[in-house]
């Protein structure tokens, strides 16, 4: 069994920047990537990154913005939000697969972020 539990959420002014982490406890896996999910809106892809601190991506709306790192001795996966935006707000939330699966099997129950102007 995996447990993955965000921390870091909270309000921010716009230009701000705010760091989540999401540590991981339970079997191995491979990967760690970051989600959203605004209200009314689907969740998409924030970023993701091995637990070897290798094979950082990004979706284009953070690029620039955003930076992912892993520290695998802590099992902990940061996420740097900086320069935040209204846009930014949403509920973060982490999640674990395996280099060979194609979907996100594990999952945690996120934390809100939370951007005014």
């Known amino acids: 069994q995996v447990q993955l539990v965000e921390s870091g959420g909270g309000l921010v002014q716009a230009g701000g920047s705010l760091r989540l982490s999401c540590a991981a406890s339970?079997?191995?896996?491979?990967?760690v990537g970051w989600f959203r999910q605004a209200p009314g809106k689907e969740r998409e892809f924030v970023a993701a990154?091995?637990?070897?601190?290798?094979?950082?991506s990004y979706a284009d709306s953070v690029r620039g913005r955003f930076t992912i790192s892993a520290d695998n001795a802590k099992r902990i996966v940061y996420l740097q939000m900086n320069i935040l935006k209204l846009e930014d707000t949403a509920v973060y939330s982490c999640?674990?697969?395996?280099?060979?699966?194609?979907?996100?099997?594990?999952w945690g129950q996120g934390t809100q972020v939370t951007v005014s102007s």
């Open positions: 990154i091995n637990w070897s601190g290798e094979s950082a």
């Open positions: 339970g079997r191995a896996f491979s990967r």
């Open positions: 999640a674990g697969r395996l280099i060979t699966q194609l979907s996100w099997p594990y």
